[in-house]
């Protein structure tokens, strides 16, 4: 069951964290591109947006291996490496969605949404970096799982769009409003009891 959930866990990261090439090798300009301004793609958007894009597929496929204690133990090194260009590449993609949040579809609820999913994720990966620059195993392990809960929105956002279209007889901008807080709020719940509930029970028993 547990290898079962890695194998889906690892093949979301892979395959979401992959979905930003198909702006290089695809004709995307009939999704969310095509919903944008001239103007707002000639200017500070455009080279937002594809810094938010591709360093956004950084992480989801540089995070999920970290969380492999196996992994850790036999090699270190690469943790330390895969985890600084983590953080790296959600500080730049998390800055630039803050500003692409501004220009989002569906109004001031999804840009709200995408706001607070912006500073969430730029706070608890930086308070991740900075706990381990202290040592403070625990702690590091502990804003790394939130932190990572806020990356998969981008898989979870991915995952409902489609099942609100099928299931409900909503409008597109209608749902993506309810997406882009439904994306993120669960996810760190989630996260929150698996801290609280698994890792103490853990560190307990250790
Ligand atoms: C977790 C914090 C994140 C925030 C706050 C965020 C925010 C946003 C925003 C505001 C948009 C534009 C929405 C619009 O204009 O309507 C967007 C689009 C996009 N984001 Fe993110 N995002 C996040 C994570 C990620 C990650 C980890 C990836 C990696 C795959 C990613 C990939 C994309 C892509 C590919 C689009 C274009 C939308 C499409 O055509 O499907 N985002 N994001």
């Known amino acids: 069951m547990k290898k079962l959930l890695w194998i889906i866990f690892a093949f979301f990261a892979i395959g979401?964290?992959?979905?930003?090439?198909?702006?290089?090798?695809?004709?995307?300009s009939q999704g969310l591109l095509g919903s944008k301004s001239e103007a707002l793609r000639a200017g500070i958007w455009n080279t937002a947006f594809y810094l938010h894009i591709f360093l956004g597929g950084v992480s989801l496929l540089t995070g999920w291996s970290q969380f492999s204690s196996r992994l850790r133990k036999a090699r270190l090194n690469l943790h330390r490496t895969l985890g600084k260009i983590y953080v790296a590449a959600v500080f730049i993609s998390g800055l630039a969605g803050l500003y692409i949040a501004f220009f989002a579809e569906?109004?001031?609820?999804?840009k709200f949404g995408f706001g607070f999913l912006a500073a969430g994720w730029l706070t608890t990966t930086s308070l991740a970096f900075w706990t381990i620059r202290s040592r403070k195993i625990e702690e590091h392990q502990r804003w790394m799982i939130r932190s990572y809960a806020l990356t998969f929105a981008a898989v979870t956002?991915?995952?409902?769009l489609p099942i609100f279209d099928i299931f409900t007889d909503m409008q597109f901008l209608e749902s993506y409003r309810i997406i882009a807080?439904?994306?993120?709020?669960?996810?760190?719940?989630?996260a929150e009891w698996y801290i609280r509930d698994k890792l103490s029970l853990k560190s307990a028993v250790v």
């Open 181 to 190: 807080w439904l994306c993120w709020v669960p996810n760190l719940t989630l």
């Open 106 to 110: 569906g109004g001031l609820v999804a």
């Open 157 to 160: 956002l991915r995952i409902y």
């Open 16 to 28: 979401v964290g992959l979905y930003p090439t198909l702006f290089i090798f695809q004709d995307m």
